[in-house]
């Protein structure tokens, strides 16, 4: 009696070349998208700290002192895609609240591009 040898297969794991270059186009894109976009983000966020210091400044301020002195800050942290005339100043009980509201186009590629709405205030 003779017996064959036990052969074992093992199920192959892993990507193809096709699907490996799928998810190296799709990660690629996202990260252009991110890089691209990521600047935008990084103005709001000066935009929103320059908003509540101006808040917390003016307290005591009128109106135009408010703006004029957002306008010194954007000049400081080369803030130029809203301006003091473009802000909201009320008061609300004894708080100065700056609300603000700007949008911004991203150019993603060629003629694609993304329009971001940033909106905020000094009391949120």
């Given at each position: 009696m003779?017996r ?5 297969y093992r199920r192959?794991?892993?990507?193809s070349?096709?699907t ?6 799709v ?5 252009i998208a ?8 990084l ?6 700290k320059?908003v509540s210091a ?6 005591t301020?009128?109106?135009a002192?408010?703006r004029?002195g957002f306008?010194?800050r954007?000049?400081i ?6 301006g003091g ?12 609240v700056?609300a603000?509201a700007y949008s911004?186009?991203v ?5 694609v591009?993304l329009?971001?709405?940033f909106?905020g205030?000094s009391?949120?």
């Open positions: 003779c064959r040898p036990r052969v074992t192959q794991c892993g990507l070349m096709t490996l270059l799928a998810v190296s186009v990660i690629i894109f996202g990260a991110v890089m691209k976009i990521g600047p935008a983000y103005e709001y966020a000066k935009v929103k320059a101006v808040a917390m400044e003016g307290r301020a009128t109106v002192d408010v004029k306008d010194r954007a000049q942290d080369d803030i130029n895609v809203i005339k473009d802000l909201e100043v009320s008061k609300e009980g004894s708080e100065v700056v603000f911004k186009k150019g993603l590629f060629g003629n591009s329009l971001i709405e909106a205030a009391n949120q």
